[in-house]
């Protein structure tokens, strides 16, 4: 009879598991029914307080439509609030939906270009001690305010977020921005925040329409011909914008850096256009003072690879001199640009000449604004 009651024990432990299951992964539905996803986050400056801080949420169906995922509705709203910090925006955000926020899947967070005269530790301090948020998402700022980024709607975009983190991580793979995100900000007091420009499309009228007044169908091509674009990087330092820099001077800091493992770059576009693309394989960054004068030197060793065709291959050696004097060139005048800005020593040249030269004296001015820079950059062909 032993045999049957462990039987009937086990079948009970069984049951009541499965039981336990089902109610837990009921609970976890209506949970997440209670919630709402959240695709990114702006926050700009409010009209009646601190803070304007509006939020991209995404909804499993469209504004009218039948399916979970239909592209000619939209599938997001937006909605803001003001408060005297961000956590009281979240919190008014959250009883305005009905439902708890949810952002642990935010695609970025983007600040409007009146924020940066603000800390961003401080601006951010929400998001960074939140248990919910992901440290590593990115943080990037508008040329206007931050709810012009999130009211965009992309033609066959079931998500708008989605193509902003695709053009910045392209930015970013390209070598024309760089990855800045809440860590690094929770980290540092300065930042290089990639700058998203909104393009509105130009106004076209009709033809033959009443009293000039535009068309249904012009309206809505209108609406699918705004885009947005990587405009550059803005530098950041306690709430003080030190420098803004163009997509070409980020790619050189980024080579300066070694912050470039991989670029493309085309060569010769005005006759016959040859894409390159280019590893760096070593970077060396000294200081050296010759005739009582600091001078950076950076030596970059790279590989280059023909992207496009190999009819260029018997000219290896002039496709490797023009790579290193586009290069050169390149950070060259990337340092110069930085160096013109007061507190704009991004590149560490304070800290390397000291390590050199621990007994300088620095004078009135620092080492950086009066550093000049030598770039080498040696360049070999991978056939």
Partial sequence: MKTPDRLKKLIIIVLAAMVALSISSCSSVVELEKQAIVSAVGI?????????????????????????????????????????????????????????LNIGHSKYIVLGNDMLSVPLSETLDYFIRSEQTYLGVPVICSSTTARDILDVKLKNEVETAIAVENIIRTAIEDGKALKTDLLSIANSRTAAIP??????PSQKQSEGGEGG??????????????????????????????????????????????????????????????????????????????????????KLRIKAKLVDSLAYASNCGDICGEVEERLEKLCA???????????????????????????????????????????NVECTIDK
């Avoid at 169906?61 to 009281?88: L, Y």
């Avoid at 700058?195 to 509105?200: G, M």
């Avoid at 709430?239 to 050189?252: F, L, P």
């Fill in 195 to 200: 700058i998203i420009r909104k393009e509105e």
């Fill in 213 to 298: 007044k535009e068309s249904e169908g012009s309206e809505s091509a209108e609406e699918e011909d705004i885009k947005l674009l990587f405009e550059g990087t803005q530098i950041v330092n306690d709430g003080k914008i030190i420098y803004t820099a163009s997509a070409e001077e980020t790619e050189g800091y980024c080579w300066l850096e070694g912050k470039l493992e991989r670029s493309q770059i085309c060569l010769r576009e005005d006759t016959d256009p040859l894409n390159v693309g280019i590893d760096l394989v070593k970077r060396t960054a000294t200081v050296k003072r010759i005739n009582g004068e600091y001078v950076m030197v950076y």
């Fill in 44 to 100: 700009d400056k409010g009209e009646n307080a601190r803070f304007k801080v509006c939020a991209q949420i995404f909804q499993s169906m469209g504004a009218g439509s039948s399916t979970p995922i239909d592209s000619s509705q939209t599938n997001t709203i937006v909605v803001s609030a003001e408060g005297n910090t961000v956590a009281q925006c979240m919190d008014q955000m959250s009883v305005i939906l009905g439902r708890k």
């Fill in 333 to 375: 005048d990337s340092f110069t640009a930085l160096s013109s800005k007061p507190d704009g020593d991004f590149l560490g040249v304070e800290k390397i000449t000291r390590s050199v030269y621990p007994f300088t004296s620095l004078h009135d001015d620092d080492i950086f604004s009066s550093c000049s820079v030598s770039v």
